[in-house]
C-alpha cells in the first residue's frame, strides 16, 4: 500500500463521477445530453450568441440543483488529504459546481469554470453571484462597466480551460497523480495523467467505469468514490 507523507506532492484530477453520489448527473452517462439539451445547445459561444435565453436558463437551472445538493464521503475525503500535506496538495477539477469548496476544500482549480460564477462579456471581470442571483430568470448586469450582461464564467467548447500552465507546471511536479470520476474523455485533462506518469509521478485512479485512459493508472480501484475514497485517503496518511 502506497504511503503519503506530508512532503509527498500530490495532484488530484476530479470529474463528474465525484459528484454523482451528492445527486449530480455525470455528462455521459445521460447518452451526450445534459438535462435533456444537446451540448452544442447549452455549452459553446455560438449557443450564448444564438440563444442566450436558452443557455441562460439552462445554467441558472444548474445553479438552483446546487441549492439541493450537499457534498458527499468522497469530497470530505480529499479535504482529510489537504489538511495532511497542506501546500503539497492541489485538486484540480472539471466540475462546475461548488461541491469541493463547500467541503472545505481551499487549494482548487476549476479549471472548466464555476456555476457560482459570472463574467463581463465586455471588462471580462469575475463576479461572485449572490445567492438571490441563482433565483433570477433575467441576466445579472455587471456593476463596474455600464451595466454590460455577465455571461456564466463556464469554459464551453472551443474555449480554453483556465489557469493551465499552472496546472501543467503542478503536474510536472507531482509525486502521485490520482484521476477521480472521471471518464478520460475530454482533453486537456484526460492528457494530464500521461504527463504526470512522463515525469515521474505514481498514477491512481478511482472510477465506477474503467475510464478511456485507464492503462496509464498504476493503481486503480473501480467503485463509487464515496465508499472507497474515505478509506483509501485513511490508508494513504496513517
Ligand atoms: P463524464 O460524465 O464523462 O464521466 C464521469 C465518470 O464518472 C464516468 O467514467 C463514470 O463511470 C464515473 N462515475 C460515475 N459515478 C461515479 C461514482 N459514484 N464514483 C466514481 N466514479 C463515478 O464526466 P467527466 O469526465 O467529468 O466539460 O467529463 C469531463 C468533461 O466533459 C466535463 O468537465 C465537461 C464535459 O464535457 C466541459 O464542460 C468543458
New binding site residues.
Given amino acids: 500500500m502506497l504511503q503519503i507523507n506530508p512532503n509527498t506532492k500530490v495532484v488530484i484530477l ?5 459528484s ?2 451528492s445527486g449530480i448527473k ?4 445521460s447518452g451526450g445530453l445534459w438535462e435533456n439539451h444537446a ?1 452544442e445547445d447549452v ?1 459553446t459561444p455560438n449557443a450564448w450568441m444564438r440563444d442566450p435565453n436558452l443557455v441562460w436558463n439552462f445554467y441558472q437551472g444548474r445553479r438552483k440543483q446546487l441549492l439541493e445538493v450537499k457534498p458527499n464521503p ?1 469530497h470530505n475525503a480529499l479535504v482529510d488529504l489537504e489538511n495532511h500535506l497542506g501546500n503539497n496538495f492541489l485538486l484540480i477539477t ?3 459546481d461548488d461541491l469541493h469548496h463547500r467541503a472545505g476544500s481551499k487549494n482548487v482549480i476549476h479549471m ?2 464555476e456555476l457560482r460564477l459570472l463574467r463581463c462579456e465586455v471588462c471580462m471581470n469575475v463576479f461572485e453571484m449572490m445567492d438571490e442571483e441563482h433565483l433570477l430568470g433575467n441576466y445579472v448586469a455587471c456593476k463596474l462597466c455600464e451595466n454590460n450582461r455577465l455571461r456564466p464564467h ?4 472551443h ?1 480554453t ?1 483556465l489557469q493551465l500552465s499552472e496546472i501543467y507546471q503542478k503536474v510536472e511536479n507531482c509525486d502521485i497523480f490520482v484521476t ?7 482533453y486537456p ?2 492528457g494530464l495523467i500521461s504527463l504526470a506518469k512522463s515525469c515521474g509521478a505514481k498514477c491512481i485512479g ?4 474503467t ?1 478511456s485512459n485507464y492503462d496509464e493508472h498504476d493503481y486503480f480501484y473501480q ?4 465508499e ?1 475514497l474515505p478509506d483509501l485517503v485513511k490508508k494513504w496518511i496513517n
Avoid: C, M, Y
Avoid at 467503485?223 to 464515496?226: D, I, M, N, P
Fill in positions: 476530479t470529474g463528474a463521477g465525484i454523482a453520489e455525470t455528462f455521459r452517462a451540448i455549452a468522497a472539471q466540475n462546475v472548466h469554470g463556464i469554459v464551453w467548447f474555449e480551460p477521480i470520476g472521471t471518464s478520460g474523455h475530454v485533462a484526460a478511482v472510477n465506477l467505469d475510464p467503485g463509487k468514490a464515496g472507497i
